[in-house]
């Protein structure tokens, strides 16, 4: 079967196995051959008229209305494609080998339209037909992290990988989410490979995978690239190459490296600064929209600091001066503080969107039924942030189930986490049931 990468919109160009016992079937395949000889030429709009053609000879030939959508779906047309795919299904026998294709392409169409519910529910019933369709497999992931659902999302993309290695998308999505999915162990080894810990070092440290996810960072926004055109010879240890000689080449940052292009960025940060007209003496006191820091004492950027500066070169203010008061008021973030702290005092545990995400998905309990009933609370930071926390302490088993949940997610990562029992979720996965159904609502 012929696999489509993610919005790559190919013409099935094997033909179905229909027989031809009449000359207007003849007809109708000698048509359908020469719409994919124009498609493969790339010519689509006489392709489409080809298609177009071969449809009105036979309006239930599948493999004419299959080509017919896949050549529009091309052109963008979403519209048309999915008129034509949806015919096609009319018209397909029971073991025909192309329902997983068209539900796919179906994925696609819902996809670029941000439609992501239909979509998921397009790709879920592909991988029915076909639980090897990377296409599927890829757009399930790429929905499932549009969701926050990074472990969630990096196991589809392992998924399509595993059946198709050479697929460049998966594996730059995966790349990508390495901070969120590596295990422990997998992620000691790369600090290694980044010479950031000593070869000999046996644990992984909180700091030490903070160190992880900083650098990775730097790498994902094309650190490398900025170090290769700011020095004319890039000194060889701030970089490694892995996989060299192969189609997954990469270059990866040392901790040397690292340290360069933080220092680098922070003093090029402090020029465009200063060239929007900020005085010297308060570049390195100024704070984001929050009343963060934007510097460190080191005096390299903050990850907050870092989006100020690129806003900055956009001739955008995202900064506050020493003399401009932080929106919100310094007293409402003192209560938050406090609520933060109470918080933690009454036994809950802070967790981040990717594990709410997470409790979602694994459960099918709306982010409402779970702070109503299972022990999650929400804590709204402004208008547009907000914070999660799980009841870590506590002898109801109702309550305790996101807490479950998280801890079962983090020992995935961390054999040494510890899982606390659930007597509710072990009675409910005894007979194959979710928490919830699909309306997000708690089963009694």
Aim: proline share 3%; charged share 25%.
């Amino acid at each position: 079967m012929h696999y489509s990468k993610l919005f790559s919109n190919g013409i099935l160009i094997a033909c179905l196995l229909t027989p031809v016992s009449s000359f207007a079937a003849d007809k109708v395949s000698a048509c359908v051959e020469n719409g994919k000889t124009l498609y493969a030429a790339k010519n689509y709009t006489k392709a489409k008229d080809t298609f177009t053609r071969c449809v009105k000879m036979d309006a239930s030939n599948v493999d004419a209305l299959l080509s017919l959508a896949g050549v529009l779906l091309t052109q963008d047309d979403l519209n048309g494609a999915e008129k034509y795919f949806n015919e096609a299904l009319k018209y397909m026998k029971r073991n025909s080998p192309y329902w997983s294709y068209v539900y796919s392409m179906l994925g696609d169409i819902a996809l670029k339209r941000q439609q992501n519910d239909q979509a998921l529910k397009m790709y879920s019933k592909s991988l029915e037909y076909n639980a090897a369709n990377v296409n599927s497999l890829v757009g399930k992931g790429v929905i499932v992290e549009y969701q926050g659902d990074k472990q969630g999302a990096a196991e589809y993309y392992r998924s399509a990988i595993a059946v198709e290695p050479m697929n460049l998308i998966a594996r730059k999505r995966l790349v990508n989410l390495e901070p969120d999915y590596l295990t422990d162990e997998e992620i000691l080894e790369a600090l290694k490979q980044r010479y950031a810990v000593k070869p000999e070092t046996a644990e992984l440290t909180d700091a030490d995978r903070e160190l992880f996810a900083a650098i990775h960072r730097d790498e994902q926004r094309q650190g490398v690239t900025y170090l290769k055109n700011k020095y004319p010879k890039m000194p060889g240890e701030y970089v490694v190459t892995l996989n060299k000689g192969t189609g997954f080449e990469r270059e990866i940052l040392t901790l040397d490296g690292y340290k360069a292009l933080e220092k680098s960025i922070g003093q090029d940060a402090f020029n465009v600064f200063n060239r929007a007209g900020v005085a010297v003496r308060d570049i390195y006191s100024l704070r984001d929209m929050k009343g963060n820091k934007i510097y460190t004492p080191e005096s390299t950027l903050t990850d907050s600091g870092f989006y100020v500066y690129t806003e900055a070169l956009k001739n955008r203010k995202r900064f506050l001066l020493p003399s401009e008061s932080v929106p919100p008021t310094p007293a409402f973030l003192a209560q938050l503080e406090q609520r933060q702290e109470d918080l933690k005092k009454a036994g809950y545990i802070e967790i981040s969107r990717s594990e709410v995400k997470m409790l979602e998905n694994q459960t099918l309990c709306s982010e409402d039924t779970l702070r109503k009933n299972l022990g999650l609370y929400v804590l709204n930071m402004s208008k547009n942030e907000r914070r999660y926390f799980v009841q870590a302490h506590t002898s109801d088993d109702k309550a305790g189930v996101s807490y479950y949940y998280v801890m079962s997610s983090r020992k995935k990562r961390n054999p040494k986490v510890k899982v606390p029992s659930n007597a509710l979720v072990e009675t409910y996965a005894l007979y194959g049931y979710t928490l919830c159904a699909s309306d997000g609502e708690l089963i009694q």
